[in-house]
């Protein structure tokens, strides 16, 4: 659900359990097994876009957060090349709910790097106020994300199992 | 019988049709030419690391007589992954060098950059016998042994002020280039791995863009120059017998900042749930300690940065694996769990932030 899409991971584990692991397999029975999960996995990302709705609220923040930035930095000569993947990101429009967060979050990150290369030309009362904005909207975007990613086990993977 | 491993990269396969195994034997016996019925046995992939793939291994041979046994570990250089780029070589030369130092690390004994060996760039060196000390590992492994804990503590603190005070000026390390000020080397450091981040936008979070800022409007000036390992931690080196015997992973070893090396062991995400750094000491014993041992006053608005540091370096790792993985260059699935685990890192990056 973030800027790499449900729909990129997936298919390339699907990729991964076909190419790499099914083959290594030793048992029909293991085999099949790895095919019904290949087959699993191919339909998961229509799942994931039912629960997309999750976003809305933080894709509109960032809406409003990017269409400040884009006024503050309009106010700069020069910034032009900042200024256009703004426009064009808030100028989009996507049937999918995930694909327009990805494409938020990127252009997000982008504008956050141009508040802080022009900041000694823009209003700074604005621009700190903002900044607070952006510092507020990346806490509770991490606090949802937390809620819904499980941890991962890291220590089980690294010791093989 | 053993037939032959299965490559995380694909590297090994890709190299010939020869066993991996037999392809050892083949390189082993260009080596030690005086060796005759070289066998190998116990070949196994380590789990551990994610970056070079490492093969530990038993060569037997007879030689003038006698029969021969040693414990060897071959490190394979991977063409894509999380710390690109990737040149075996100085890591291959700083073992070198740093071999009868105060500092442990493995013997090294060959290089070779003919990727026709063994399918990618790789170093031989010397199996050194002892444990990883990992929290999860075991309930007997040593980390869980409150004692053995106390005295960790003290050898990592030891060791790595042995690393911060190497004479680098007298030994031969003119493959590691020198910062040329103070503040060069954070420079260095953030342009690297800000163009690692830019170039596999797959973990192109805004809290990132929110970190570089901070990080460039507040650069730190360097105590001193030294050798620095880029990766100390818990984790990266082998216990036995009370001691360190040898410190690993030296792909990230540059000469700059030793703070450096102080910041990313405080880092919140090596500590798991105690507090602690590293799960072994407390923060203030840590830095007084390390001071007391190395010469090195650890200023704590440099450490502070160079914590911040560590969580954007620890993403832009995070998102060159990633990449290598969606990209179909890598298979390891593990990889593609750092989508998830880059989370946690975002959390604590935003809690040394302050917000």
Redesign the interface.
Known sequence: M???TAN??LR??T??VE??LSQ?LPTPYLRSQSTAIVNLLSNLAERMEEKAELLAPGSREMRNILEEALEILSAVKGAGTAIKPIKATLGMTSTSLIEESAAL??T??????A??RWESKLDGERLAALRIR???H??CQ?DQ??AI????R???????G | MFLGV?SLS?VINQASSLPFEQRLISYLSTKLPEAREISISGLTQA??GLSYETYLFQASWHQAGKKMIQGYAVRLQPLWGPVPPYDVEPQFRILQSLYGTAVPVPRVFWMEKDTGILGAPFFIMKKVEGEIP????SAKGSYNDPGQRELMAREVVRVLAALHTVDWKARDIDFLPPPATPTSYAQREIKRWEAIQKEN??????????A??WL??HIPRAPRTTLVHGDYRLGNFIWRENRIAAFLDWEMVALGDPLSDIGWMCMKVFQGHTGKVNGLMDRDEFLSSYEKLSGIHPNPESVLWWEVFGYVKLMAILSAG?RA??D?RR?D??L??F???A??H??LL?QTLG?
Do not use: C
């Open positions: 973030r800027v790499i990129l991971l390339r584990l990729e991964t190419r790499s290594q979050r990127q997000l990150y982008h504008a956050i790097e508040l802080y952006i510092r507020v990346l806490r991490l994300d937390l990613y499980h941890p991962v890291a220590g089980k993977m690294l010791r093989g | 299965t694909g789990t551990e990992l929290p999860w590992k936008e797959y973990l192109a979070e805004p809290i990132l863009a929110e570089y800022g460039k409007a990633l993985y969606i179909g298979d699935v593990r593609a769990i989508e998830f685990d989370l946690s975002l959390n935003a917000f």
